[in-house]
T-cell receptor
Framework: DSGVTQTPKHLITATGQRVTLRCSPR?????VYWYQQSLDQGLQFLIQ???????AKGNILERFSAQQFPDLHSELNLSSLELGDSALYFC????????????FGEGSWLTVV | GQQLNQSPQSMFIQEGEDVSMNCTSS?????WLWYKQDPGEGPVLLIA?????ELTSNGRLTAQFGITRKDSFLNISASIPSDVGIYFC?????????FGTGTKLQVIP
């Protein structure tokens, strides 16, 4: 158990819908990262937050957004969902802004039908 | 974006054999990380490397941070069936970790 908690573990939704994925980082970690992993694909970095502020942005679509709340939990919002958005979405956390040893949650499986 | 070349893409080995995989990059990094991912689960950190030339072991696993800071190696000795999974290298500069495409390891009992 890495200490990073993600909910929901699985969800199925229709195209055009919007979903929110939630992440609680490890106790004491200030940075939260979101990654997308499609079938047989590697881990694609989406976005990083540190202590409530956006710090780095990767290949995140405009239909996707994220935020980190004062209690340090984070949410990834995916809207106008398309079939190609079906993937495993991972949250990870680390202690600091530049602390590069990150710990992953178990992921949220999103299936868009 | 940044690309990491991880090889081999997949391996089938006999139980008890040693395994070696590596990652290379065109960029210099400050940190190299190795993760293992079991099906349907999140990647689990195996080894983290922070200095060029550093050699670190974790049980039967040994990883090295290349002296040029552009590569890293992971070795698994005396493989066992539970070593099956996908191994990812990750390299970190500032603010984000980039991952390789993974090495899928199958161990034949």
């Amino acid at each position: 158990d890495s200490g990073v908690t993600q909910t929901p573990k699985h969800l199925i939704t229709a195209t055009g819908q919007r979903v929110t994925l939630r992440c609680s980082p490890r106790s004491g970690d200030l940075s939260v990262y979101w990654y997308q992993q499609s079938l047989d694909q590697g881990l694609q970095f989406l976005i990083q937050y540190y202590n409530g502020e956006e710090r780095a942005k990767g290949n995140i679509l405009e239909r996707f957004s994220a935020q980190q709340f004062p209690d340090l939990h984070s949410e990834l919002n995916l809207s106008s969902l398309e079939l190609g958005d079906s993937a495993l979405y991972f949250c990870a956390s680390s202690v600091g802004q530049y602390e590069n040893t990150i710990y992953f949650g178990e992921g949220s499986w999103l299936t868009v039908v | 974006g940044q690309q990491l070349n991880q090889s081999p893409q997949s391996m089938f080995i006999q139980e008890g054999e040693d395994v070696s995989m590596n990652c290379t990059s065109s960029s210099i990094f400050n940190t190299w990380l190795w993760y293992k991912q079991d099906p349907g689960e999140g990647p689990v950190l195996l080894i983290a490397l922070y200095k060029a030339g550093e050699l670190t072991s974790n049980g039967r696993l040994t990883a090295q941070f290349g002296i040029t800071r552009k590569d890293s190696f992971l070795n698994i000795s005396a493989s066992i069936p539970s070593d099956v999974g996908i191994y990812f290298c990750g390299s970190a500069g500032y603010q984000k970790v980039t991952f390789g495409t993974g090495t899928k390891l199958q161990v034949i009992p």
